[in-house]
């Protein structure tokens, strides 16, 4: 009997996750490997909670294509160290076995890297003949050895289009009324995501540069070097339009969020890091100031998701399986790029012990010198990862996104005791 | 000699204002009409900044039409009341005399048709012959009269989508992490944007029927029942996803944002509606939340435009053009809806003088009797708001907007001295 495949995803989802597992679905069905997914990420595999994906139509499977989110449900969850608990990896065996698992997939960033690889770890101590096959996937964009996340161009796509429309805003209202706008995005210890927002700076659309000033996390954040750069920027432009990444800190190393700071009447401010920028500016500069957090929206925005990123989505996921098959285990797929211009890319592979919590920062050549913009070698970079649209298709004014039926698999094992 | 049209934006921008803008240069140029623009509103008239439009090649205008924001310049400014300060009017009528302005179109939202009606009185007695015309536009869909308000619809759809999407990322995450995401969107004192997020719990594509609440500046918020709602969607959906007005107030009338609230450790909690709403969940039932702000990005997200949208905006700027050239003044134009299904719109006309200053807020009967979400008959008017797309063009991953020349009028007059 042929060994059955087993998908999870995990960790913070995507626009285009659902692409890639769409990819390994299809080229498994093209093989006549049956996948199974794990509801919500390796927790569903804990607790045998598992879904027949062989239950969905052909065309629901096509329409994870454009799609956002998890389809099989995703989980932030840590598997616990062997040496401290083997019970887990021991269950998870159980569950392979009891379901003649073959291959596993995991879709996600650098902690779900290491929970693939403390699975194939176990599962050849304990003599369980699997294959394990890491997926890539992050909008942060914080992998090694891949060329870029998939997830990353989408998100970068919408963060470079949202401070592009937002700056067309602020340049209309700024002879009367607001001067500043900020845009909050995500990326955690690294700086992609703001990064993308210079994209709009340097495109043909651009108004004033806008944004004119970007923050990121590899940056010290120094409040008297930015105010200056913020009032020079609103004396030349009129304006001043600023991307600021969730993960800056200051030259303490503390995450600005973390850090005291007083509004005007003395209050503590809490917030994230757009929050204490705006009110940093409100308190000295005395400025109109708007602020934009794009949160969830940023990595869900399948709407103005990148053409290319769901096509290496895809790719990484299809190249998952054909991999899997062709015998290959302990890796995880990546984007190889082959050339800047024009824009050629393939897929490889590096070995997960390596991937496995290494986080990849921005480099300083990225950054220009004065830590307030991307030079050109940045931009040569992100520029072919947001290229291309793929618009879903609406219905009644709203994008047509697919739920999948998600049968659960009959249980053959009891509960999990910890 | 025929005379000259004078156009001016005004207030906050949307991303279709400047489809109304297209409307009135293309029709008056059909007419052999000139139009100059008003740089930044009526602010640019005072101190006779004009912009000459014909300057400007066909094609730049009709990319008007795919182009967020006020491509002239908007302004937040009231003018002073005649009786208190008839220098400015003086100064308009001396502007309007010097460039034989004989028609005056003001497009913007209700105070800026209290400043087209102020103009248009102040003109009369002056007898200077004037013809004005109000172009209505606010996100905020708050003008009286007419059954939208252009730039309305586009922002209900980026709406109805961020919130789509968001809950289809929050239903992958909820198990094991978020459990609660909070869209704060905009409106001021009236709940349109936010009722605009019920259109994705209805839709096809709804996951729970999210969003699950809605929280409306006509309903006077009571946290005791909020926080109960909130649990009960968890029990119930796993998750919860919350689209919450700028302008909601307690029971008190006094804004949310303007509330103490402590936070965990004691310190007061500064935000807007949103924040507060999300720090009330994380003191009081401990989840995990998150917190988007859409700001700016929902007026000018011109690439999730709604194409009814757009081509009222065309339509109402080309009709106050040929509603002048009929002799007709002291109306703004609107939008009259002919039937639901199939949805079917005309333009018509309002006077100046019922119009300026006066708010429209939701109906009780387009809030469920809970008051946390819209109803049947919402969601019929909402509907037709958002149908259709109208993408603007993309170049190098990025939407293609276009920066007019804006060519100044040669000045006539010596400054205004106030």
Known sequence: MPKNALYAQSGGVTSVINASACGLIEAARENKIKVFAGHNGVTGVLSEDLIDTSKESNQDIAALHYTPSGAFGSCRYKLKDIEKNNNECKRLIEVFAAHNIGYFFYNGGGDSQDTIYKISCFSQQAGYPLICIGIPKTIDNDLPFTDCCPGFGSAAKYVATSICEASFDILSMAATSTKVFILEVMGRHTGWLAAAGGLASKNHSNVNGAPQIILFPEIAFNQELFLQRVELCIKKYGFCSIVVSEGVRNEEGKFLSDCDLKDAFGHTQLGGAGTIVAQMIRNNL??????????????????????????????????????????????????VRESDKPYRWSVGSAPLEQVANMERKMPRSYITEDGFHITEECLNYLTPLIQGEDFPAFENGLPKYVRLRNNSVPKKLGSLIN
Do not use: F, P, W
């Open 286 to 335: 005395k400025y109109k100031c708007q602020l934009a957090i794009a949160n969830y929206l940023q990595r869900s925005a399948r709407h103005i998701a990148s053409k290319v990123d769901i096509e290496q989505s895809y790719a990484v996921g299809k190249a998952a399986l054909e991999l899997a098959l062709k015998g290959k285990n302990n890796i995880m797929t990546t984007i």
